[in-house]
């Protein structure tokens, strides 16, 4: 293992026996924060009631249509402002001010237009993390190498070549931040959205665990998100770190 | 290296090829190229190139040398198709370069234009996959091409584990694979170190003799330009023109030792005095 990768977790298991000790010792009261071995002990019993699996996969199931919907239409978006020059310096100021707006705002709306289910917390995680893709593949697409496109010109590469063969694996790197920072929006889009208002879901569950003081249930329900994230979080990681192994010179 | 060869002119029968009074067919004639880089909003209008002529005689090796912003690449993208002139014309085997490369013409650029996301192999095979050609004839012309650039032993590699002169092999593979007639290169050695430059203008050489391909080298080093070329044309600062163009008379079967003959240093000094004017005059004019 690297020197870095000892560090960080040395760093995360002090981290994790310190909150152990001091919670241990009551200098932390249990009523805040629970012990991490607690907090594992928790988790396992949510998982293996199952009381919550029902909750747990919605949950994971609407990130992952909010963040298929998002990277598909982000994507889409990309490439329509990339061929359409105009198009693109006339939504500029657009892409540039879109994250100073809060997106929730419009979760209440979105539960008017669509009813208490699954579909205003698709909208608010898609209005959240599509335009993150759509600015990396713009990115992406500006930043390919131009001698790349003289190559591909001097081969006599149709437009849809030139797309396929050359700007899509030349972007190839933004488009894959594109896709981890969707998925992230996603998460935290879906999540904060079962926290304003649900019925259900993991978020739901987190907030009433909360309400209603079940200290232990919370963490250990805030832990399987963590997980979950993290898990998700790490095969992107490992994907993205093959790319570069071949690209990065 | 059959496989290599070029093919003959008889393939283009349309195609007429004009003949030079001492007998030198012409191979790529350039007639009054202009080109004005039209205004901008912060910027003149800009004389870039000529009016200036030129013939490549077939089979040649063809060097320009010229101050810098003199219009070299200009010129070699105009050449190529890769441009189009303000005025003037170029044709190629007899006929006219109009906006698009022309099919025998192989390019190759003084930056990095191997794709990093592709093998060595695939990069050589790149052009060729876009034609019409059996997989087996694509494997036995991209491994021809990489035997003859030195780089048989790395067709698995990636671009990135490659040093500068050979992922600049690896971009003249790509263009050898498409068996040019006339091989265009723009300061192909200019991002490289004096001995890596002085060895691939050896292979240059060698690839030029086994082709049988035409080619145009536009440089910034004189001694590059004179130990190659049959001929050197030597361009005016901006607007670039020629204003000589120097016989080497040097051997086809030749290498970089000819460095030490006397005739070089000759041929060279010939160049710079041409030279040495119109480099004061382009320093002054960017100074």
């Known amino acids: 293992m690297s020197t870095a990768g000892t560090i960080r977790i040395v760093v995360l298991l002090t981290a994790v026996a310190g909150l152990e000790a001091a919670c241990r010792s009551g200098l932390i009261a249990p009523f805040s924060i629970v012990p991490p071995s607690a907090m594992l002990v928790s988790a396992f019993r949510i998982l293996a009631s199952g009381e919550y699996t029902a909750d747990i996969l919605a949950t994971l199931g609407t990130v ?22 105009r198009l693109k310096r006339a939504a500029d100021p657009f892409l540039a001010s879109y994250y100073a707006v809060p997106s929730f705002i419009f979760y209440p709306l979105f539960i008017v237009m669509f009813g208490l289910n699954r579909w205003p917390l698709v909208a608010v995680a898609f209005i959240f993390s599509c335009v993150a893709m759509t600015i990396a593949t713009i990115d992406g697409f500006l930043n390919v190498r131009p ?80 997980t979950c994230v993290v898990s998700v979080n790490t095969v992107l990681g490992v994907r993205e770190r093959r790319l570069y192994e071949r690209l990065n010179r | ?135 087996e004839e694509i494997h036995e012309r991209v491994s021809d091409a990489l035997r003859l650039t030195g780089l048989s032993g790395f067709t698995n590699a990636y671009p990135a584990q490659l040093s500068g002169g050979m992922r600049q092999r690896v971009c003249i593979a790509r263009t050898l694979v498409m068996r040019p007639r006339l091989i265009l290169l723009d300061e192909p050695f200019g991002a490289l170190d004096q001995q890596t430059r002085l060895l691939m203008g050896d292979e240059l050489l060698r690839l030029w003799r086994e082709t049988g391909a035409t080619i145009l080298l536009i440089t910034h080093s004189l001694d590059e330009a004179t130990l190659l070329s049959d001929r050197v044309g030597v361009m005016s600062a901006r607007p670039g023109r020629f204003i000589d163009i120097i016989e080497t008379n040097w051997p086809r079967d030749r290498d970089s030792r000819i460095a030490s003959s006397a005739s070089f240093g000759e041929v060279n000094a010939r160049i710079w005095t041409q030279l040495r004017d119109e480099s004061l005059k382009s320093m002054q004019g960017t100074s």
């Open chain 2, 1 to 135: 290296m059959p496989q290599l060869e070029r093919s003959e002119s008889s393939s283009h029968p349309e195609s007429v090829i004009p003949i030079e009074p001492n007998g030198h067919q012409i191979h790529v004639s350039a007639k009054g190229l202009v080109r004005i880089f039209p205004a901008t909003v912060n910027r003149v209008p800009l004389q870039a190139l000529g009016p200036l002529d030129l013939d490549l005689r077939s089979g040649e090796f063809f060097s320009v040398v010229g101050p810098s912003g003199c219009g070299k690449s200009t010129l070699l993208d105009l050449v190529a198709g890769l441009g189009k002139p303000t005025a003037g014309t170029v044709s190629f085997e007899g006929r006219p370069v109009m906006g698009a490369v022309p099919d025998g013409v192989g390019v190759v650029f003084q930056e990095d234009a191997t794709f990093p996301w592709l093998n060595v192999f695939d990069n050589a095979a790149f052009g060729i996959r876009r034609q019409k050609v059996s997989k």
């Open chain 1, 64 to 85: 992952a249509l909010a963040a298929v919907l998002s990277i598909a239409v982000g994507f889409a978006f990309g490439v329509i402002l990339y061929l359409f020059p």
């Open chain 1, 147 to 226: 001698i790349l496109r003289k190559v591909a010109q001097s081969m006599h590469l149709s437009r849809s070549q030139m797309i396929r063969l050359i700007l899509l694996p030349a972007a190839l790197p933004y488009l894959f931040t594109g896709i981890k920072l969707a998925i992230a929006y996603a998460f935290i889009g879906v999540i904060a959205g079962e926290f304003i208002q649900a019925g259900s879901g993991l978020g739901y569950r987190i907030a009433f665990a909360y309400e209603s003081f079940q200290t232990g249930t919370m963490y250990g329900l805030l832990l399987i998100l963590l």
